[in-house]
């Protein structure tokens, strides 16, 4: 039996680990944007898979309103937050069941997205609706961002949709949540 040395060995392995690499870049875009723009928004190109990965991130976005809607229910101290709680926790499954259709009927698509990470809001106190104030007006700007992206870069007409009503409903929702933030705290 022929031996090789290990110098040689872990050359090889470093070279598959580079090609594996490269050729993970280089055909999946969502890879890609996974590698290089995690601080970003950015979705990537409008190429075949745009719609797929917006679908995924407008997923997570939903989610992430019902992570934090979840922390508010709990700790809210003014009735119109827990009120707000029960709005998100009602509306966001149909939105985010509407998303996993399209993914499976368009791309065969069935994978669970992950939940984001959300701001860790704490306990109730009398800061604890500000601070939700403040996650949620940031999470609603990070939505509208990620739909006007969309608006320019998809062909299908359920996006656009989609994103012109998401953006509607969140440009909307900031000018609520910051007029009754600067009434309750003065921001």
Do not use: C
Not at 10 to 30: D, K, Q, R, W
Not at 124 to 133: C, N, T, Y
């Amino acid at each position: 039996m022929k031996t090789i040395s290990i110098y040689f060995a872990f050359g090889l392995m470093a070279a598959a680990l580079f090609v594996g690499v490269g050729i993970g870049y280089g055909l999946t875009p969502e890879y890609r944007v996974n590698m290089f723009t995690k601080d970003a928004m950015s979705l990537g190109s409008a190429d075949r898979t745009f719609d797929l990965r917006y679908a995924n991130a407008m997923i997570a976005h939903h989610r992430g309103a019902m992570l934090l809607a979840e922390q508010l229910e709990r700790n809210a101290t003014h009735p119109e937050m827990k009120d707000l709680a029960g709005e998100i926790l009602k509306n966001e499954p149909a939105a985010i069941a509407e998303l996993y259709a399209w993914k499976k009927a368009w791309y065969g698509d069935t994978r669970t997205v992950r939940d984001p990470v959300v701001a860790n809001l704490g306990t109730s106190d009398e800061k604890f609706d500000q601070r939700f104030l403040n996650a949620i007006i940031a999470h609603h700007e990070l939505g509208v961002e990620m739909t006007r992206e969309a608006r320019t870069k998809t062909s299908r007409t359920e996006i656009l949709n989609n994103a012109d009503a998401v953006e509607a409903f969140l440009s909307g929702g900031i000018v609520k949540l910051s007029e009754i933030r600067k009434g309750w705290y003065g921001i």
